[in-house]
Protein backbone atom coordinates (compact mmCIF):
# COMPACT_ATOMS: atom_id res chain seq x y z
CA UNK A 1 0.00 0.00 0.00
CA UNK A 2 1.21 3.69 -0.94
CA UNK A 3 1.96 6.23 1.48
CA UNK A 4 -0.29 8.48 -0.60
CA UNK A 5 -3.14 6.02 -0.28
CA UNK A 6 -2.68 5.09 3.46
CA UNK A 7 -2.65 9.24 4.04
CA UNK A 8 -5.96 9.60 1.91
CA UNK A 9 -7.51 6.59 3.74
CA UNK A 10 -6.67 8.36 7.03
CA UNK A 11 -8.17 11.81 6.05
CA UNK A 12 -11.22 9.51 5.18
CA UNK A 13 -11.64 7.75 8.41
CA UNK A 14 -11.38 11.76 10.26
CA UNK A 15 -13.15 13.20 7.88
CA UNK A 16 -15.81 10.26 8.40
CA UNK A 17 -15.68 10.03 12.41
CA UNK A 18 -15.69 14.16 12.32
CA UNK A 19 -19.20 13.58 10.21
CA UNK A 20 -21.04 11.44 12.63
CA UNK A 21 -19.60 13.73 15.51
CA UNK A 22 -21.31 16.31 14.22
CA UNK A 23 -24.13 14.03 13.00
CA UNK A 24 -25.03 13.16 16.62
CA UNK A 25 -25.07 17.29 17.53
CA UNK A 26 -27.95 17.06 15.30
CA UNK A 27 -29.58 14.33 16.84
CA UNK A 28 -29.44 15.72 20.17
CA UNK A 29 -30.76 19.01 18.62
CA UNK A 30 -33.61 18.08 15.63
CA UNK A 31 -34.23 14.27 16.58
CA UNK A 32 -33.49 11.69 13.87
CA UNK A 33 -36.21 12.83 11.61
CA UNK A 34 -34.87 16.14 11.90
CA UNK A 35 -30.91 14.90 10.79
CA UNK A 36 -29.75 16.76 7.54
CA UNK A 37 -27.09 16.21 5.32
CA UNK A 38 -26.98 19.51 4.29
CA UNK A 39 -26.83 21.22 8.12
CA UNK A 40 -24.23 18.69 8.81
CA UNK A 41 -22.35 20.25 5.79
CA UNK A 42 -22.99 23.23 6.71
CA UNK A 43 -21.50 23.16 10.32
CA UNK A 44 -18.50 21.11 8.72
CA UNK A 45 -17.78 24.24 6.06
CA UNK A 46 -17.95 21.75 3.52
CA UNK A 47 -20.65 22.28 0.18
CA UNK A 48 -23.12 19.47 -0.05
CA UNK A 49 -21.90 17.29 -2.83
CA UNK A 50 -18.72 16.79 -1.02
CA UNK A 51 -20.44 15.23 2.34
CA UNK A 52 -22.32 12.87 -0.33
CA UNK A 53 -18.90 11.38 -1.06
CA UNK A 54 -19.13 9.71 2.16
CA UNK A 55 -22.60 9.69 2.83
CA UNK A 56 -25.05 9.25 -0.34
CA UNK A 57 -27.90 9.58 1.55
CA UNK A 58 -28.99 10.70 4.85
CA UNK A 59 -30.48 6.86 5.65
CA UNK A 60 -26.60 6.08 4.98
CA UNK A 61 -25.95 8.58 7.67
CA UNK A 62 -28.51 6.73 10.20
CA UNK A 63 -27.23 3.89 9.40
CA UNK A 64 -23.52 4.20 9.85
CA UNK A 65 -25.02 6.32 13.91
CA UNK A 66 -27.73 3.12 14.70
CA UNK A 67 -24.23 0.75 13.88
CA UNK A 68 -21.99 2.62 16.45
CA UNK A 69 -24.76 3.22 19.07
CA UNK A 70 -25.24 -0.74 18.95
CA UNK A 71 -21.58 -1.10 18.64
CA UNK A 72 -21.30 1.06 21.69
CA UNK A 73 -23.96 -1.08 23.63
CA UNK A 74 -22.09 -4.59 23.13
CA UNK A 75 -19.14 -3.33 23.86
CA UNK A 76 -20.36 -1.65 27.59
CA UNK A 77 -22.07 -4.74 27.83
CA UNK A 78 -19.39 -7.53 26.68
CA UNK A 79 -16.99 -5.28 29.35
CA UNK A 80 -19.28 -6.21 32.31
CA UNK A 81 -20.16 -9.18 31.70
CA UNK A 82 -16.02 -10.44 31.35
CA UNK A 83 -15.31 -8.22 34.89
CA UNK A 84 -16.73 -11.03 36.64
CA UNK A 85 -16.77 -14.50 36.97
CA UNK A 86 -18.14 -16.82 34.89
CA UNK A 87 -20.26 -18.97 37.86
CA UNK A 88 -22.00 -15.39 39.40
CA UNK A 89 -24.85 -15.49 36.85
CA UNK A 90 -26.78 -13.23 39.02
CA UNK A 91 -23.68 -10.66 39.05
CA UNK A 92 -23.46 -10.94 35.46
CA UNK A 93 -26.92 -10.25 34.90
CA UNK A 94 -26.86 -7.10 36.94
CA UNK A 95 -23.63 -5.89 36.05
CA UNK A 96 -25.08 -6.01 32.39
CA UNK A 97 -28.58 -4.05 32.69
CA UNK A 98 -26.04 -1.45 35.02
CA UNK A 99 -23.98 -1.21 31.93
CA UNK A 100 -26.54 -0.49 29.55
CA UNK A 101 -28.24 1.87 31.91
CA UNK A 102 -25.45 4.13 32.64
CA UNK A 103 -25.25 3.98 28.44
CA UNK A 104 -27.99 5.29 27.80
CA UNK A 105 -28.16 7.78 30.68
CA UNK A 106 -25.21 8.74 29.08
CA UNK A 107 -25.88 8.79 25.53
CA UNK A 108 -29.64 9.70 25.66
CA UNK A 109 -30.53 10.92 22.04
CA UNK A 110 -28.31 7.79 20.77
CA UNK A 111 -30.35 5.37 23.24
CA UNK A 112 -33.86 7.05 21.81
CA UNK A 113 -32.45 6.26 17.95
CA UNK A 114 -32.08 2.50 18.53
CA UNK A 115 -34.66 1.90 21.06
CA UNK A 116 -37.53 4.64 20.66
CA UNK A 117 -39.73 5.35 17.48
CA UNK A 118 -38.90 4.10 14.35
CA UNK A 119 -37.72 7.00 12.20
CA UNK A 120 -40.33 7.54 9.34
CA UNK A 121 -39.49 6.47 6.40
CA UNK A 122 -35.81 4.64 7.85
CA UNK A 123 -35.43 1.03 7.13
CA UNK A 124 -32.65 -0.65 8.82
CA UNK A 125 -30.42 -3.29 6.07
CA UNK A 126 -28.93 -5.90 7.17
CA UNK A 127 -25.90 -4.69 8.80
CA UNK A 128 -27.05 -3.35 11.55
CA UNK A 129 -28.28 -7.31 12.70
CA UNK A 130 -24.72 -7.78 14.05
CA UNK A 131 -23.73 -5.31 16.20
CA UNK A 132 -27.80 -4.77 17.12
CA UNK A 133 -27.16 -8.07 18.50
CA UNK A 134 -24.19 -7.73 20.47
CA UNK A 135 -25.29 -7.07 24.03
CA UNK A 136 -28.30 -9.92 23.48
CA UNK A 137 -25.66 -12.58 22.89
CA UNK A 138 -23.87 -11.41 26.08
CA UNK A 139 -27.52 -12.16 27.79
CA UNK A 140 -28.17 -15.47 26.57
CA UNK A 141 -24.81 -16.41 27.28
CA UNK A 142 -25.37 -15.84 30.91
CA UNK A 143 -28.79 -17.57 30.84
CA UNK A 144 -26.97 -20.56 28.91
CA UNK A 145 -24.58 -20.41 30.90
CA UNK A 146 -26.66 -20.63 34.35
CA UNK A 147 -28.98 -23.07 32.93
CA UNK A 148 -25.88 -25.73 31.85
CA UNK A 149 -24.47 -25.26 34.96
CA UNK A 150 -27.79 -26.49 36.83
CA UNK A 151 -28.33 -22.81 38.70
CA UNK A 152 -31.07 -22.13 36.68
CA UNK A 153 -34.31 -22.88 38.76
CA UNK A 154 -37.44 -20.30 37.61
CA UNK A 155 -40.19 -19.88 40.42
CA UNK A 156 -42.93 -22.47 39.98
CA UNK A 157 -45.90 -22.66 38.39
CA UNK A 158 -45.84 -21.04 34.98
CA UNK A 159 -48.98 -21.74 32.62
CA UNK A 160 -48.19 -23.33 29.76
CA UNK A 161 -46.57 -21.77 26.51
CA UNK A 162 -48.84 -21.61 23.73
CA UNK A 163 -48.07 -23.71 20.77
CA UNK A 164 -47.70 -21.29 18.38
CA UNK A 165 -44.93 -19.84 20.14
CA UNK A 166 -42.46 -22.97 19.69
CA UNK A 167 -41.36 -21.47 16.21
CA UNK A 168 -40.68 -18.37 17.50
CA UNK A 169 -38.58 -20.26 20.46
CA UNK A 170 -36.56 -22.12 18.05
CA UNK A 171 -35.33 -18.80 16.74
CA UNK A 172 -34.41 -17.57 20.12
CA UNK A 173 -32.74 -20.59 21.32
CA UNK A 174 -30.10 -20.14 19.25
CA UNK A 175 -28.81 -17.53 21.65
CA UNK A 176 -29.64 -19.52 24.77
CA UNK A 177 -28.95 -23.16 23.86
CA UNK A 178 -30.82 -26.00 24.97
CA UNK A 179 -33.16 -23.68 26.97
CA UNK A 180 -37.33 -24.89 27.05
CA UNK A 181 -39.82 -22.48 26.13
CA UNK A 182 -40.63 -21.47 29.73
CA UNK A 183 -36.95 -20.20 29.93
CA UNK A 184 -36.98 -18.58 27.23
CA UNK A 185 -40.39 -16.82 27.79
CA UNK A 186 -38.74 -15.53 30.88
CA UNK A 187 -35.64 -14.42 29.46
CA UNK A 188 -37.24 -12.70 26.72
CA UNK A 189 -39.40 -10.98 29.87
CA UNK A 190 -36.11 -9.95 31.68
CA UNK A 191 -35.20 -8.53 28.71
CA UNK A 192 -37.58 -6.36 27.72
CA UNK A 193 -38.26 -5.68 31.28
CA UNK A 194 -34.98 -3.85 31.23
CA UNK A 195 -35.27 -1.60 28.68
CA UNK A 196 -38.88 -1.03 29.33
CA UNK A 197 -37.19 0.67 32.94
CA UNK A 198 -34.89 2.52 30.83
CA UNK A 199 -37.13 3.90 28.70
CA UNK A 200 -39.77 4.69 31.13
CA UNK A 201 -36.88 6.63 33.41
CA UNK A 202 -35.40 8.51 29.48
CA UNK A 203 -38.49 9.31 28.11
CA UNK A 204 -40.14 10.74 31.26
CA UNK A 205 -42.63 8.02 32.32
CA UNK A 206 -41.37 8.15 35.85
CA UNK A 207 -41.41 11.86 36.52
CA UNK A 208 -42.85 12.69 39.62
CA UNK A 209 -43.53 9.25 40.53
CA UNK A 210 -39.92 7.17 41.30
CA UNK A 211 -36.99 9.14 42.64
CA UNK A 212 -34.19 7.22 43.55
CA UNK A 213 -34.99 5.71 40.33
CA UNK A 214 -31.23 4.01 40.44
CA UNK A 215 -32.22 2.09 43.81
CA UNK A 216 -35.57 1.33 42.17
CA UNK A 217 -33.91 -0.20 39.00
CA UNK A 218 -31.55 -2.06 40.66
CA UNK A 219 -34.33 -3.49 42.49
CA UNK A 220 -36.40 -4.35 39.73
CA UNK A 221 -33.60 -5.93 38.11
CA UNK A 222 -33.32 -8.22 40.58
CA UNK A 223 -37.30 -9.34 40.55
CA UNK A 224 -36.18 -9.92 36.89
CA UNK A 225 -33.05 -12.37 37.98
CA UNK A 226 -35.44 -13.84 40.77
CA UNK A 227 -38.39 -14.35 38.14
CA UNK A 228 -36.13 -16.01 35.46
CA UNK A 229 -34.47 -18.05 37.92
CA UNK A 230 -31.05 -16.99 38.28
CA UNK A 231 -29.62 -17.79 42.03
CA UNK A 232 -29.49 -14.72 44.42
CA UNK A 233 -25.95 -13.44 45.07
Same mark, same amino acid.
Given at each position: MSVSRTA /? !?? $? /? *???? /? !???? $? *?RRQLAAEGAAGLSLRAVAREMGMVSSAIYRYFPSRDDLLTALIIDGYNAVGEVVEQADAALPREDHAGRWLAVCH? $? /????? *? =?? =??? *?LLYGSPVPGYQAPQDTVGPATRDTLVYGRIVADALHAGTLNPPAPHPPTPPSFAEDAARVREMIPGAPDEVIVLALNAWTGLFGWISFELFGQFDNAILDRAAAFDYAMRCHAAALGLPAR
Open positions: /R !ER $V /R *AELT /R !EITD $V *AA $V /RDWAL *A =HP =HEY *A
